[in-house]
């Protein structure tokens, strides 16, 4: 067994903080333990460990020892790491500096918290996501991260406030619709805190990925339907009803069609990442824009003037629009495939 694929954790120089000292919600001992499976290391081993860091290593599967095994990989417990930091250490790279955040002292933790958070920022985030929604996401999650909350938990009670924003988009009425859209809203921005406790607690699951993948969908195929009916109700016609189906439609047939290509299969990272799967392309590039969310803003400002139904009108062409380069990608993907072969 090679020494990068062994890190021990030692006791810092100069001493810093307890081992067990607790970070948003985890001893940080602990924390670091966790992250360094996660990134790769086979073997955890913390060397003259205390009682209470023994403590709060249960689970882990780390191992305690008195000194470091010779050649392993070496930090300091006193150190908040995310774990892409602790990668290239784990794929062997002896020269590795792992980036991170000392912590001396009770003065250091918010530092060290507001690293460890702004880690969880996705490179993928559109502009509004990551300038504003991730702002009010990493600030509750902040304050979730040392209770019982569960991230399936934040899951269910995003969707219900995505369901229950859906029908105000009945009304004609700027006040109800805006009510609406503020929901729609919040429900994408409490959206990334499932994922962010889930890193933060170190409890991803392929079911948690399923379940907050189904109930964006599910609060967008709501919306859209309702959008379709209010407008149908205030215009007196038809149309808006076949709009809205379509949306809906399209909504469902991207959803399964995107599980069935990017989730369904043996995955170790993040359940959905890029709906390219072997090769970035323009066209995977512009799918991937086209999923996120930063739509709904628009939804909430035409909202403010009652004309959020009528978003319906562009869904019915831009979802169904979004299925078809995603049908594209999938072909130009598997032809990629087919020459590597």
């Known amino acids: 067994?090679?020494?990068?694929?062994?890190?021990?954790?030692?006791?810092?120089?100069?001493?810093?903080?307890?081992?067990?000292?607790?970070?948003?919600?985890?001893?940080?001992?602990?924390?670091?333990?966790?992250?360094?499976?996660?990134?790769?290391?086979?073997?955890v081993v913390v060397a003259g460990a205390s009682p209470a860091a023994g403590r709060a290593l249960e689970g882990t599967?780390?191992?305690?020892?008195?000194?470091?095994?010779?050649?392993a990989a070496l930090l300091s417990w006193n150190v908040a790491v995310h774990v892409n930091?602790?990668?290239?250490?784990?794929?062997?790279?002896?020269?590795?500096?792992?980036?991170?955040?000392?912590?001396?002292?009770?003065?250091?933790?918010?530092?060290?918290?507001?690293?460890?958070?702004k880690g969880l920022v996705?490179?993928?985030?559109?502009?509004?996501?990551?300038?504003?929604?991730?702002?009010?996401?990493?600030?509750?999650?902040?304050?979730?991260?040392?209770?019982?909350v569960t991230p399936n938990q934040m899951t269910l009670v995003s969707v219900a406030i995505g369901l229950i924003g859906a029908p105000f988009f009945l009304s004609p009425r700027p006040a109800v619709q805006l009510i609406g859209g503020v929901l729609f809203l919040l429900h994408s921005i409490l959206d990334g805190c499932d994922g962010e406790l889930a890193r933060l607690k170190f409890l991803e699951s392929r079911w948690g990925g399923t379940l907050d993948f189904w109930g964006d969908n599910v609060v967008h195929m709501a919306v859209f339907g309702a959008m379709g009916i209010g407008l149908a109700h205030s215009t007196g016609r038809s149309w808006p009803l076949v709009c809205g189906a379509t949306a809906v439609v399209a909504t469902a047939a991207s959803a399964s069609f995107v599980y069935w290509r990017t989730m369904t299969g043996r995955k170790d990272g993040p359940l959905f990442t890029s709906v390219a799967v072997h090769q970035e392309t323009v066209l995977s590039r512009v799918a991937d824009a086209l999923s996120r969310r930063d739509f709904i803003y628009l939804v909430l400002i035409m909202s403010a003037f009652g004309l959020a139904d009528w978003f319906v009108v562009s869904s019915a062409i831009a979802v169904p629009a979004f299925f078809l380069a995603l049908v594209a990608v999938a072909w130009n993907d598997r032809r990629i495939a087919r020459s590597a072969s």
């Open 61 to 71: 599967g780390a191992e305690l020892a008195a000194t470091a095994p010779p050649g």
């Open 85 to 117: 930091d602790l990668k290239e250490l784990a794929a062997g790279n002896a020269a590795a500096s792992p980036v991170g955040v000392a912590v001396a002292s009770a003065a250091d933790l918010p530092r060290a918290e507001s690293f460890l958070l």
């Open 1 to 43: 067994m090679s020494g990068a694929s062994v890190l021990a954790l030692v006791a810092p120089d100069p001493p810093g903080i307890p081992p067990e000292t607790v970070v948003l919600g985890l001893p940080m001992i602990r924390r670091t333990a966790l992250a360094a499976r996660r990134a790769g290391f086979a073997r």
């Open 122 to 148: 996705k490179d993928t985030e559109g502009f509004m996501s990551r300038h504003f929604d991730r702002r009010i996401s990493l600030a509750v999650s902040r304050r979730l991260a040392g209770t019982r």
